[in-house]
């Protein structure tokens, strides 16, 4: 069982930024492939970034592409994700995820994810 925690999550204006930091229990943080989500009121929960187990692979949702990135240090079991250039559209409720795996393979649907964060507000005013 791994437990995830997110923490950064807060108001900025437009064109600002703000790190996101999740934080999993488990001393086999290594061997997940973590990944990002967020779900704006009213839509459905979308895929963000992920990252595989060592790092280095590391995948985008066009709509951040070039403004997002996604980090993890596995000596701290924690994951990142840098949001630079904020947009109004990217206020959301955003949810860490994580799945064992034993390759590099990233995975970028919601169902492929075992584990679930409580999920962080970002708020981008306009």
């Known amino acids: 069982q791994v437990q995830l925690v997110e923490s950064g999550g807060g108001l900025v204006q437009t064109g600002g930024s703000l790190r996101l930091s999740c934080a999993a229990s488990?001393?086999?943080?290594?061997?997940?492939?973590m990944g990002w989500f967020r779900q704006a009121p009213g839509k459905e929960r979308e895929f963000v970034a992920a990252?595989?187990?060592?790092?280095?692979?590391?995948n985008y949702a066009d709509s951040v592409k070039g403004r997002f990135t996604i980090s993890r240090l596995n000596a701290k079991n924690t994951v990142y994700l840098q949001m630079n250039s904020l947009k109004p559209e990217d206020t959301a409720v955003y949810y860490c995820?994580?799945?064992?795996?034993?390759?590099?393979?990233?995975?970028?649907?919601?169902?492929?994810?075992?584990?679930w964060g409580q999920g962080t507000q970002v708020t981008v005013s306009s």
């Open positions: 995820a994580a799945r064992f795996s034993p390759t590099n393979a990233i995975y970028k649907v919601e169902d492929e994810y075992q584990y």
């Open positions: 990252t595989g187990r060592s790092g280095i692979n590391t």
């Open positions: 488990g001393r086999t943080f290594s061997t997940y492939v």
